[in-house]
């Protein structure tokens, strides 16, 4: 079974920075592209940034410059590092995964988490 557990969500100050983790288990991911959405209440789930399984980024136009995106295939984890924290960057964060290359259209993605919490306060 397929699971996916975001961690490092957290309460910042408007230029702060976050580090989000996203561990996957059940089976190997490395064919697989990881990414990350985010959905603020009342708004669309938006796509973040997503990686290929050999590590080409591509993010969406809002965090381009500020987060990074990354993965370590050995231990099947999917990376956030989100620098100049904006209050318009609060939303729940979700890690999701697909079998091929990176889409930035949330129906497309496989497997979901729950979800992590990133509230920047201005």
């Known amino acids: 079974q397929v699971q996916l557990v975001e961690s490092g969500g957290g309460l910042v100050q408007a230029g702060d920075s976050l580090r989000l983790s996203c561990a996957a288990s059940?089976?190997?991911?490395?064919?697989?592209?990881m990414g990350w959405f985010r959905q603020a209440p009342g708004k669309e789930r938006e796509f973040v940034a997503a990686i290929t399984w050999n590590g080409g980024g591509v993010y969406g136009d809002s965090v381009k410059g500020r987060f990074t995106i990354s993965r370590d295939n050995a231990k099947n984890t999917v990376y956030l590092q989100m620098n100049s924290l904006k209050p318009e960057d609060t939303a729940v964060y979700y890690c999701a995964v697909r079998l091929g290359v990176v889409v930035t259209t949330h129906c497309a993605y496989d497997y979901w988490g729950q979800g992590t919490q990133v509230t920047v306060s201005s």
């Open positions: 059940g089976q190997t991911f490395s064919s697989y592209s």
